[in-house]
């Protein structure tokens, strides 16, 4: 630390704290269960604290002499009987002790924040910098872990949860609304009761199954005369392309013909119908490619401070860039797949992400795909909340066919139910559509 600055720390409220232990060790610690020496500045305070947690471990009562007798084992002890003394005579009630140590985590991790900042401060002056993403990578983990350990860890008892959900029923009949997202795809929601915040959902297809497009079909449905906004991370595809589709979609214009700049000519009053109708669906493409988590992580939050989020669209998983050099793919993928999960967490919206499924599927007899099919997929099966298989029984013969039905197996979900539906997908317009019984 730079000593001419002031350093965040409380003496008064650590000898309090330290006071409160001696005089009222039963309940105190307790209060403690879970904090270490760390929310300590002064070394003395410390070396008191780190005594009185192995007592409590032990079993061992805390008082002066316990302490006083943990502390003259340590070759360095400068603690006296007198100044054990002064803290539990100084301290009038314990009372307040859980108080006291809340203002000193907060202070703690102000130490641990200013420590960060001036590490990373050196090493920009001394040049020892390689990677810039990497130094802003390391920095946003260092502070996200400081956000996670200055929260407090509760459980909530089962009343409190029954009362808390109950509210939310009673809210629900009131008002018709809940927290759930619709996908508007009616099946597809009966089975999975729609998607939640902090849902990880993956969707594994091969190639040219309609991934993309059902994706796609999903932010433009959740997105629909939304207030909120349904951000898409295009990795593999560019921003035109991505629109194209969409355009396709809402227009009932070929996608083709866009591409080729025929659907101007051709139907010219719906092309230019398209920008207005283009308004009603709140969506956003973002098309940087060799993205990686924490890259989509600070540019989220800065789009969410104009913009509320609905849902976040990734395509595709393989596609993202880890935050370091990996072994191999199969760990790169994992350390994504678990980046993914903590972004839905934190920013409490569902992240819907594309997956390739590997090439074992061709050579097997039985086309359908499982969730070991997902390509590098590490610890993608354990960390997704919902996974869905894209396919088509004849898949050899897809590039032929404009209008087929494709199926959408649920292989995992958490909050639902696992099962099989059907959706008609216009490959020409990139839309997917319920099957009704004319269809059939």
Known sequence: MIPSLKIPFNEEMERALLGSV??????TMNELVDIDESIFYIDTHKEIYKSMIELSNNGSPIDITTVYGKLIKNTNNKVTVDYL???AEETPTAAHAKYYCEQ????STLRKMAELCQTTYKQILTGDVQDINDLLMRNMKALSELSEN????????????????????ENIARTGKTNRIKTLFPSLDKLTGGFKGGDLIIIGARPSVGKTAFALNLALKMGKGSH????VFSVEMRSDSICYRMMAGISGIDNNSFKSGAAFENESKKVYAIAELSKKYNVYVNDKSAIKVYQMKAALIKFMKDHPIQAIVIDYLQLLKGSRKFVNKNEEVSEISRDLKLLARE???PVIVLSQLSRNIEQREDKRPRMSDLRDSGSVEQDADVIMMLWREDYQNFQSSDISNINIDVVKCRDGSIGSLKLAF???????SEITKKDI
């Open 347 to 349: 920013l409490d919206v």
């Open 85 to 87: 003394l002064h803290l």
């Open 426 to 432: 216009d490959k020409p317009h990139s839309w997917f």
């Open 22 to 27: 001696l005089i009222d060790y039963k309940n």
């Open 104 to 107: 000193l985590t907060k202070l």
């Open 150 to 169: 200055g929260q407090e860890s509760e459980f909530k008892s089962f009343y409190d949860l029954a009362k808390e959900n109950i509210k939310e029923q």
């Open 228 to 231: 909120k906004a349904v951000p």
